[in-house]
């Protein structure tokens, strides 16, 4: 087995170690969110014909937590092994620096699934989700998690210090993942809130995942598609210059 | 390819803002050396080591391991060193033998490295911990896992960066012997350490650096050879004014049982037997009689005092 696998099966073991703070907490979370949420405004919100708000929220809750895990996975896991200084175990190997990346990334893409599919089987235990394209539902699921993946190795080689990493995770990630239409549809807001949505990437994995639900979309789904793709483009290849150069990981 | 090189070192600098840590370091080091490299602290070793191993990137100048450039053939480089870090690092989320497992794994190694971690782990008296979290361990057992980490992809040069600090006799020893045992199985050895004795009993051949430079690179023995070997020290009862001008200059301290006189001798046998026969000529009755060797210590330390 190639030294990349073996990076990729030591960053899997590592969360599945922890995996009740790394996939049963979040799964609980968003099912306390369904359960609230739904509860309060059930019958009082329709957002697309057809479809209970129960059921409109249970896409926009996976996708929450695949971006947050999917982020929290590399983010965590680097930025530990980088301050604790175990990381030259890594970096004194025949590993490249783009078999680095895509363990991390793949590494971020397992945990975002499996919490996603961990919450998609609870929440059909209470209510009926219909699946109108798994390949829409799967795509979106893996790009949101691969680009969030990358992004949390921008952030962890970034951050010198936690505080500085749980900054980026409670000033950036958490809000833009909040205010993406999670709750609700960006058509219900204020233009000018409707506006700046539409620069919150989140906002297109999110609306490109719902669609695979229902079928039903805020915008075109080749758009989010392109999006979220030129978005994976963009930050992959910045991730993989910044590795490349060995910024803050090789003096 | 028995006597090839195991590790170039051309020309090389770094600098870190003002501080010159590496200034045109240049040597090499054969296969089956056991090396060692001294010189005081922030002398530049770890920033050595660390740009062999790639986690430094030198501002110029070229390093390689067998043959293969640090840089441009680092996979290959980097497959044939192993090197003990200096800081105590590893990883809370591990046990000892996953350690192992996952950083041969990272160099490729499948399911035929696994008889060689269990010997690993008897050899480094760790078999009873394989299944302890490293978080759990001891200072010395952690040192000793690091040193296992170093050697789980056999490399042929293995690189220790003070592996014996903060080390109990005990396992001072018990290190030595293993250390030594690589290196007659053919391993390449470079050792940095403060504890001079450990250079003195396991090294061949020795660099001193400085701030950033070499100040000396040398056998042992010649470098022991160097500067003022011997002295020789003499008491006598004799009061200080009836001692012979010639002497005078000799005289160390005087106490009030005796008169102790030095005497500075170089390498030769005969030297010894001349200032005895100085000191009968001169009908100076003698009552104690001591020669010291300089030890690798004092070597080290003119050599880094000139250097200032
Ligand atoms: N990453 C770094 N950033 C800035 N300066 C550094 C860095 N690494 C080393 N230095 C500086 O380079 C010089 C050489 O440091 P180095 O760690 O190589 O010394 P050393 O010989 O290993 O010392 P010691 O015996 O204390 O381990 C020191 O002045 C040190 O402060
Ligand atoms: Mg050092």
Redesign the pocket.
Known sequence: MAGVLWLFWKELVRFSKVAFQTVMAPIITSLLFLVVFSHVLEGRVTVYEGVSYTEFLVPGLIMMSVIQNGFANSSSSLIQSKITGNLVFVLITPISYFEFFVAYVAASIVRGLMVGAGILLVALILVDVPVHSLTVIVTFALLASAILGALGIIAAIWADRYDQMAAFQNFIIMPLSFLSGVFYSIHSLPSFWQTLSQFNPFFYMIDGFRYGFFGVSDVPITTSLSICLIALTLLSSLTLVILKSGYKLR? | MKNGLAVTIENVHKR??A?H?LNGIDFTIQQGEFFGLL??????????INALAGLVVTDSGHLSVMGFDVRTQYRDARSRLGVVP?ELVYDPFFEVRETLRFQAGYFGLGREVEPWIEELLDELDLADKAETNMRSLSGGMKRRVLIGQALVHKPPVVVLD?PTAGVDVELRRQLWSLIKRLHSDGHTIVL?T?YLEEAEELCDRIAI?NR?ELVALDTKEDLLARGISRTLHIHTREPARTLPPSLADKVKCITDDYIELTFNLGREESSVMQVLDTIRDAGVNVIDIRVEEDDLEDVFVQLTREAD
């Open positions: 003096a | 870190f803002g501080v840590a010189g005081p602290n922030g002398a530049g070793k770890s920033t050595l200096q003070e940095t403060h650096l950033g």
